[in-house]
Protein backbone atom coordinates (compact mmCIF):
# COMPACT_ATOMS: atom_id res chain seq x y z
CA UNK A 1 0.00 0.00 0.00
CA UNK A 2 3.06 2.35 0.39
CA UNK A 3 3.80 2.15 -3.01
CA UNK A 4 0.37 3.63 -4.06
CA UNK A 5 0.48 7.35 -5.41
CA UNK A 6 -1.97 9.48 -3.53
CA UNK A 7 -3.68 12.10 -5.05
CA UNK A 8 -6.02 14.58 -3.83
CA UNK A 9 -9.24 15.74 -5.64
CA UNK A 10 -10.83 18.97 -4.62
CA UNK A 11 -14.03 19.94 -6.54
CA UNK A 12 -17.68 20.47 -5.01
CA UNK A 13 -18.78 18.29 -8.50
CA UNK A 14 -18.81 14.44 -7.10
CA UNK A 15 -18.81 13.02 -10.52
CA UNK A 16 -15.24 14.66 -11.11
CA UNK A 17 -13.82 12.64 -7.60
CA UNK A 18 -15.74 9.99 -8.73
CA UNK A 19 -14.52 10.02 -12.38
CA UNK A 20 -10.72 10.08 -10.59
CA UNK A 21 -11.42 7.27 -8.67
CA UNK A 22 -12.94 5.17 -11.35
CA UNK A 23 -9.80 6.16 -14.23
CA UNK A 24 -6.71 6.03 -11.14
CA UNK A 25 -7.65 2.76 -9.58
CA UNK A 26 -5.24 0.96 -7.02
CA UNK A 27 -4.73 -1.49 -10.30
CA UNK A 28 -3.00 1.65 -11.93
CA UNK A 29 -1.07 2.33 -8.41
CA UNK A 30 -3.07 5.44 -7.30
CA UNK A 31 -5.55 6.19 -4.06
CA UNK A 32 -7.66 8.58 -4.99
CA UNK A 33 -9.14 11.03 -2.07
CA UNK A 34 -11.40 13.18 -2.14
CA UNK A 35 -12.46 17.54 -1.00
CA UNK A 36 -15.76 19.27 -1.59
CA UNK A 37 -13.48 22.33 -0.95
CA UNK A 38 -10.53 24.34 -0.33
CA UNK A 39 -10.85 24.05 3.78
CA UNK A 40 -11.90 20.47 3.64
CA UNK A 41 -8.76 20.09 0.89
CA UNK A 42 -6.26 21.50 3.44
CA UNK A 43 -7.41 19.62 6.79
CA UNK A 44 -6.67 16.36 4.73
CA UNK A 45 -3.40 17.70 3.68
CA UNK A 46 -2.46 18.27 7.27
CA UNK A 47 -2.86 14.88 7.86
CA UNK A 48 -1.13 12.99 5.25
CA UNK A 49 0.97 13.71 2.41
CA UNK A 50 -0.30 13.83 -1.39
CA UNK A 51 1.91 13.54 -4.51
CA UNK A 52 -0.19 15.50 -6.63
CA UNK A 53 -3.46 17.92 -6.00
CA UNK A 54 -6.24 18.15 -8.50
CA UNK A 55 -8.23 21.45 -7.63
CA UNK A 56 -11.26 22.46 -9.54
CA UNK A 57 -10.28 26.52 -10.13
CA UNK A 58 -13.78 28.06 -9.57
CA UNK A 59 -14.64 26.69 -5.59
CA UNK A 60 -17.00 28.73 -2.44
CA UNK A 61 -15.37 30.64 0.07
CA UNK A 62 -11.82 29.86 -1.51
CA UNK A 63 -10.93 29.35 -5.46
CA UNK A 64 -8.71 27.11 -7.04
CA UNK A 65 -5.72 29.46 -7.34
CA UNK A 66 -5.68 30.32 -3.49
CA UNK A 67 -5.37 27.13 -2.53
CA UNK A 68 -2.43 26.18 -4.60
CA UNK A 69 -0.80 29.20 -2.92
CA UNK A 70 -1.80 27.84 0.63
CA UNK A 71 -0.30 24.46 -0.69
CA UNK A 72 3.06 25.82 -2.48
CA UNK A 73 3.15 27.85 0.67
CA UNK A 74 3.49 24.52 2.87
CA UNK A 75 4.74 21.98 0.14
CA UNK A 76 6.31 23.51 -2.53
CA UNK A 77 7.41 20.15 -3.80
CA UNK A 78 3.57 19.03 -4.17
CA UNK A 79 2.68 19.11 -8.00
CA UNK A 80 -0.63 20.86 -8.16
CA UNK A 81 -3.16 20.59 -11.67
CA UNK A 82 -6.04 22.87 -12.46
CA UNK A 83 -9.06 21.95 -13.64
CA UNK A 84 -10.85 24.84 -15.38
CA UNK A 85 -13.95 25.01 -17.19
CA UNK A 86 -12.93 28.94 -17.21
CA UNK A 87 -10.21 29.41 -19.24
CA UNK A 88 -9.43 32.86 -19.49
CA UNK A 89 -6.02 34.09 -19.53
CA UNK A 90 -6.20 35.99 -16.34
CA UNK A 91 -7.07 32.71 -14.14
CA UNK A 92 -4.30 30.78 -16.50
CA UNK A 93 -1.45 33.63 -15.57
CA UNK A 94 -2.85 33.59 -12.18
CA UNK A 95 -2.51 29.94 -11.86
CA UNK A 96 1.04 30.16 -13.19
CA UNK A 97 1.90 32.99 -10.97
CA UNK A 98 0.58 30.50 -8.05
CA UNK A 99 3.33 27.34 -9.47
CA UNK A 100 0.61 24.79 -10.66
CA UNK A 101 2.02 22.10 -12.75
CA UNK A 102 -0.56 22.03 -15.38
CA UNK A 103 -4.30 22.48 -16.71
CA UNK A 104 -6.74 20.44 -17.34
CA UNK A 105 -10.09 21.69 -19.57
CA UNK A 106 -13.77 20.44 -18.91
CA UNK A 107 -15.24 18.29 -19.89
CA UNK A 108 -12.48 15.61 -18.95
CA UNK A 109 -12.10 12.33 -20.40
CA UNK A 110 -10.02 8.90 -18.82
CA UNK A 111 -6.74 9.79 -21.31
CA UNK A 112 -6.58 13.20 -19.99
CA UNK A 113 -7.01 12.49 -16.18
CA UNK A 114 -4.30 9.45 -16.45
CA UNK A 115 -2.14 11.65 -18.85
CA UNK A 116 -2.47 14.09 -16.65
CA UNK A 117 -1.73 12.72 -13.38
CA UNK A 118 1.60 10.83 -14.85
CA UNK A 119 3.06 13.80 -16.66
CA UNK A 120 2.66 15.53 -13.20
CA UNK A 121 4.20 13.44 -11.12
CA UNK A 122 7.32 12.89 -13.09
CA UNK A 123 7.80 16.96 -12.82
CA UNK A 124 10.68 17.84 -10.46
CA UNK A 125 9.75 19.71 -7.38
CA UNK A 126 10.56 23.53 -8.48
CA UNK A 127 12.03 25.60 -6.04
CA UNK A 128 10.13 28.49 -4.82
CA UNK A 129 11.64 32.04 -5.35
CA UNK A 130 10.84 34.79 -2.76
CA UNK A 131 11.63 38.23 -3.54
CA UNK A 132 12.19 40.45 -0.66
CA UNK A 133 10.53 43.53 -0.63
CA UNK A 134 12.51 46.89 -1.26
CA UNK A 135 12.63 48.40 1.94
CA UNK A 136 14.32 45.24 3.63
CA UNK A 137 17.10 44.94 0.69
CA UNK A 138 17.79 48.82 1.90
CA UNK A 139 18.35 47.85 5.64
CA UNK A 140 21.43 45.20 4.72
CA UNK A 141 22.92 46.83 1.52
CA UNK A 142 25.30 44.51 -0.32
CA UNK A 143 28.86 45.69 -0.66
CA UNK A 144 31.67 45.00 -3.08
CA UNK A 145 34.07 42.55 -0.81
CA UNK A 146 37.67 43.58 -1.41
CA UNK A 147 40.16 40.85 -1.76
CA UNK A 148 42.51 41.82 1.15
CA UNK A 149 39.89 43.31 3.25
CA UNK A 150 39.57 39.99 5.79
CA UNK A 151 43.30 39.78 5.95
CA UNK A 152 43.88 43.73 6.66
CA UNK A 153 40.89 43.79 9.45
CA UNK A 154 43.15 40.89 11.17
CA UNK A 155 46.56 42.32 10.99
CA UNK A 156 45.02 45.76 12.43
CA UNK A 157 43.17 43.65 15.29
CA UNK A 158 46.63 41.56 15.94
CA UNK A 159 48.89 44.90 15.58
CA UNK A 160 46.28 47.21 18.02
CA UNK A 161 48.06 46.27 21.34
CA UNK A 162 51.72 46.92 20.33
CA UNK A 163 50.36 50.23 18.59
CA UNK A 164 48.81 51.11 21.85
CA UNK A 165 51.94 50.36 23.90
CA UNK A 166 53.67 51.87 21.15
CA UNK A 167 52.08 55.18 22.06
CA UNK A 168 51.99 54.39 26.07
CA UNK A 169 56.01 54.72 25.88
CA UNK A 170 57.00 56.71 23.16
CA UNK A 171 54.51 60.24 23.32
CA UNK A 172 54.95 60.93 26.98
CA UNK A 173 58.80 61.16 25.76
CA UNK A 174 58.11 63.24 22.70
CA UNK A 175 55.82 65.57 24.74
CA UNK A 176 58.62 66.11 27.36
CA UNK A 177 61.31 66.26 24.31
CA UNK A 178 58.79 69.34 22.83
CA UNK A 179 58.68 71.21 26.23
CA UNK A 180 61.80 70.93 27.21
CA UNK A 181 62.84 73.01 23.55
CA UNK A 182 60.14 75.38 24.02
CA UNK A 183 61.63 76.02 27.71
CA UNK A 184 65.03 76.30 26.02
CA UNK A 185 63.94 78.62 23.05
CA UNK A 186 62.25 81.02 25.84
CA UNK A 187 65.39 80.89 28.06
CA UNK A 188 67.40 82.15 24.81
CA UNK A 189 65.05 85.70 24.78
CA UNK A 190 65.01 86.38 27.96
CA UNK A 191 62.35 88.91 28.94
CA UNK A 192 60.04 88.74 32.33
CA UNK A 193 56.88 86.62 30.06
CA UNK A 194 59.73 84.20 28.50
CA UNK A 195 60.92 83.11 31.28
CA UNK A 196 57.26 83.06 33.55
CA UNK A 197 56.38 80.45 30.27
CA UNK A 198 59.89 79.14 30.57
CA UNK A 199 58.97 78.21 34.69
CA UNK A 200 55.69 77.07 33.66
CA UNK A 201 56.74 74.74 31.17
CA UNK A 202 59.06 73.01 33.48
CA UNK A 203 56.76 73.00 36.53
CA UNK A 204 53.70 71.21 34.20
CA UNK A 205 56.37 68.88 32.48
CA UNK A 206 56.07 66.17 34.50
CA UNK A 207 51.86 66.12 34.88
CA UNK A 208 51.86 66.69 31.49
CA UNK A 209 53.85 63.11 30.93
CA UNK A 210 52.33 61.60 33.67
CA UNK A 211 48.73 62.23 31.87
CA UNK A 212 50.35 61.02 28.62
CA UNK A 213 51.28 57.93 30.47
CA UNK A 214 47.83 56.94 32.10
CA UNK A 215 45.93 58.29 29.13
CA UNK A 216 47.99 56.70 26.18
CA UNK A 217 47.10 53.13 27.19
CA UNK A 218 43.44 53.59 27.46
CA UNK A 219 44.08 55.38 24.04
CA UNK A 220 45.76 52.06 22.58
CA UNK A 221 42.77 49.95 24.20
CA UNK A 222 40.38 51.68 22.22
CA UNK A 223 42.30 51.44 19.01
CA UNK A 224 42.08 47.60 19.41
CA UNK A 225 38.33 47.93 20.08
CA UNK A 226 38.12 50.15 17.05
CA UNK A 227 39.54 47.20 15.48
CA UNK A 228 37.44 44.65 16.50
CA UNK A 229 34.45 46.64 15.89
CA UNK A 230 35.47 47.18 12.41
CA UNK A 231 36.14 43.67 11.62
CA UNK A 232 32.53 42.84 13.22
CA UNK A 233 30.91 45.37 11.19
CA UNK A 234 32.12 43.25 7.98
CA UNK A 235 28.83 41.12 9.28
CA UNK A 236 25.50 42.06 8.49
CA UNK A 237 23.81 40.88 11.70
CA UNK A 238 26.14 42.52 13.95
CA UNK A 239 26.68 45.73 12.55
CA UNK A 240 23.05 45.55 12.37
CA UNK A 241 23.02 44.90 15.89
CA UNK A 242 25.74 47.23 17.34
CA UNK A 243 23.97 50.65 15.26
CA UNK A 244 20.96 49.63 17.72
CA UNK A 245 23.29 49.34 20.74
CA UNK A 246 25.37 52.99 19.36
CA UNK A 247 21.86 54.69 19.67
CA UNK A 248 21.28 53.20 23.06
CA UNK A 249 25.11 54.65 24.34
CA UNK A 250 24.21 57.93 22.67
CA UNK A 251 20.75 58.74 24.45
CA UNK A 252 22.27 56.95 27.63
CA UNK A 253 25.46 58.82 28.07
CA UNK A 254 23.68 62.47 26.53
CA UNK A 255 22.79 63.59 30.33
CA UNK A 256 26.43 62.83 30.85
CA UNK A 257 28.06 64.72 28.61
CA UNK A 258 25.93 67.62 28.71
CA UNK A 259 27.10 67.71 32.99
CA UNK A 260 30.36 67.28 31.51
CA UNK A 261 30.58 70.35 29.36
CA UNK A 262 28.70 72.60 32.20
CA UNK A 263 31.32 71.49 34.89
CA UNK A 264 34.67 72.23 32.56
CA UNK A 265 32.99 74.85 30.66
CA UNK A 266 33.14 77.49 33.72
CA UNK A 267 36.89 76.87 34.25
CA UNK A 268 38.31 77.00 30.88
CA UNK A 269 36.63 80.60 30.85
CA UNK A 270 38.01 81.36 33.91
CA UNK A 271 41.53 79.85 33.25
CA UNK A 272 41.09 82.31 30.06
CA UNK A 273 40.76 85.04 31.15
CA UNK A 274 43.53 84.78 34.02
CA UNK A 275 45.67 83.92 31.31
CA UNK A 276 44.92 87.25 29.05
CA UNK A 277 45.11 89.36 32.08
CA UNK A 278 48.44 87.48 33.40
CA UNK A 279 49.65 88.38 29.70
CA UNK A 280 48.51 91.91 29.89
CA UNK A 281 50.40 93.00 33.11
CA UNK A 282 53.51 90.76 31.77
CA UNK A 283 53.54 93.52 29.24
CA UNK A 284 52.83 96.26 30.74
CA UNK A 285 55.80 98.80 29.88
CA UNK A 286 57.69 99.05 33.55
CA UNK A 287 58.54 102.03 34.85
CA UNK A 288 61.54 104.24 34.26
Do not use: C
Not at 240 to 247: A, G
Amino acid sequence: MSALRKVLVVDDDPVVGKSFNRVLSQDKGYVVVTAQNAAEALERLREREYDVVFTDIKMPDMDGVELTERVKASRPWTPVVIITGYGTTANEQRAKAAGVSDFMRKPLSPEMIEESAAHALLEPARPRVIQLPVAHAEEVPLQPLEGNSSYKKMALLLAAPFIGLAFALLLPLAGIAMLAWLAVQALATPTRLQRAKAVALFLVAPFIGLAYAVLLPLVGAAMLLWAAGQALMAIPSVRKMLMHVKDIALFVAAPFIGLIYALMLPFVGITMLVSLGVKAWMTRPSKA
